[in-house]
């Protein structure tokens, strides 16, 4: 195996699993999920075979966006628990064999942070140039940037009469890494975490930091709108690669961990610039290209505007990255996260074909080159919810939406709340869903969101006593990635590339083979093999249908949602 020992990285071979602490399991009864109650999981954890546990943030903060707005990067949200119920969970996954990797958010901070509020006292204060801080133009904001969350990325502030920056919540004014104060601060915190015993970092929207000199106007995409999308001035900017070699060299290079990026508009040049093990930044990164799959390209209400999606922009999309950065760099694989709707309500069919397409989707994603990240719930097959009004609604995101677009805009009210059904980051954050027993055995208390009314049929009891399962399936899936290097460490080609229903490719390592068939429609299609696919002796690894061991598999009539994988040899 001369070929791959050389780039063996723990970090490949990993199955990584996200935890939204706030909706995962609540042990007090305050309604929101806390460490305490992820302890409680943790056996069901190592059940489940995931390597690494990748904590989405748990740090003091006033929860305007959901703990990504951090006033104390060193300290642990009330609500959470302490710094020693995080201690003690730190020593529980390792004494399981588990790794820990915990979210970093320099991007910005909260505006309730000591820094942001010494800095927005005085023109003069030491703190003030840790933000981005400008004088108005004309009687408006310095630019017309707009930002992620509506509106303008500029907020007044009165003490000063200046404008900050925040390319997120008003209330997460962003961090000027040109300070070199700031990168210090940034990279002595990262440190302290990782002497504590961390094995890692998710690095929130990193490739935001660095802002275009003199920060110009963007130009006017969208006439309707007085604010305009500015990303090419703040999108991989010029000293990007600067902080995070510095960064590399001052901390992340001291530690064998895992690091991955949130890197939001970048092709497979950037990831391979990011991830190559010669002088890359980052061991993997997270691009949005496969999340884009089924949004109108330009149109004003970004991923808003729904419209279906085609199988064959997703295999041009997933097998761009796949070969591309085959022995160049290093893909994350998902379909779901904090940030994104649930993948079987998406790509899937939530009602008649759950089960079936859930684990399709999972035999699709798991099989290709890349280190697998899989979402709360998921495993069990958890769908998208749809509240019937916004107030049951929590994310700022949303709400923004709604205030710019029905409130202010006079757009139909019954489309946006269509498109939040389907969009939303709320179907993410509904409380994982344990048993049938009241708000899904989630909390003993009122949960801080509501629980998918779907519960009863969908959780984890249900799903551990049945053995065909979705868990037991991802179960099996997570074991074949430790027993089979091919599926880590092959290279990947696409076939039948123009079939709308039949996603199918080949992983080759070796004298070994891998063809992965999945069908992505609830019709029954004919899979043809084609001629260049030759193999003496073949071996069926998974399917999520009964499957005769000794059928031919020249030609397959497919099942409503099959997935099976083949080794050929």
Known sequence: ????????????????????????????????????????????????????????????????????????????????????????????????????????????????????????KSKDNPYRDYYIWRPGKDGKEPNNWQSFFSGSA????????EYYLHLFSKKQPDLNWENPNVRKEVFEMMTWWLDRGIDGFRMDVINLLSKVEGLPDAPVTNPNDRYQWGGQYFVNGPKLMDYLREMKEKVLSKYDILTVGETPFVN????????????????????????????????????????????????????????????????SLYLENHDQPRSVSRFGDDQRYRLESAKMLATWLHMMQGTPYIYQGQEIGMTNVAFPTIEQYRD???????????????????????????????????????????????????????????????????????EHSIFHY?????????????????????????????????????NEQLLVITNFSAETPTFALPNHITFAEKQLLISNYPVDENEEIKTILLKPYEARVYKLK
């Open 474 to 510: 991802y179960k099996k899936l997570i074991r074949l990635r430790k027993e089979h290097d091919i599926i880590i460490y092959g290279s990947y080609e696409l076939i039948l590339e123009d079939d709308e229903q039949i996603y199918a490719y080949i992983r080759k390592l070796e």
């Open 268 to 331: 497979t040049d950037d990831a391979i610039r990011f991830t190559n093990e010669q002088d890359g930044v980052m061991s993997m990164l997270f691009h949005f290209e496969h999340m884009d799959v089924d949004t109108k390209p330009e149109s004003p209400l970004g991923k808003w505007d729904i419209q279906p999606w085609k199988l064959t922009d997703l295999k041009k999309i997933m097998s761009k990255w796949q070969t591309e950065l085959h022995g160049k760099g290093w893909n």
């Open 154 to 161: 500029w907020q007044y502030d009165e003490t000063t009469g």
């Open 1 to 120: 195996m001369k070929s791959i020992s050389k780039n063996k990285k723990w970090w490949k071979e990993a199955v990584v699993y996200q935890i939204y602490p706030r909706s995962f399991k609540d042990s007090n009864g305050d309604g929101i999920g806390d460490l305490r109650g992820i302890i409680e999981k943790l056996d069901y954890l190592k059940e489940l075979g995931v390597d690494v546990v990748w904590l989405s943030p748990v740090y003091k903060s006033p929860n305007d966006d959901n703990g990504y707005d951090i006033s104390d990067y060193q300290a642990i949200m009330d609500e959470f628990g302490t710094l020693a119920d995080w201690d003690e969970l730190l020593t529980e996954m390792h004494e399981r064999g588990m790794k820990l990797v915990m979210d970093l958010v320099v991007n910005h901070t909260s505006d309730e942070h000591p820094w942001f509020i010494e800095s927005r």
């Open 396 to 466: 700022v995101e949303i709400h923004n939406l709604w205030k710019d677009l029905v409130v202010e805009k006079g757009y139909d009210p019954e489309k946006i709340l269509k498109a939040i059904h389907y969009r939303g980051r709320d179907n993410a954050r509904t409380p994982m869903q344990w048993d049938a027993t009241e708000h899904a055995g989630f909390t003993t208390g009122t949960p801080w969101i509501e629980v998918n009314p779907n519960y009863r049929e969908i959780n984890v009891e249900q799903a551990l006593k049945d």
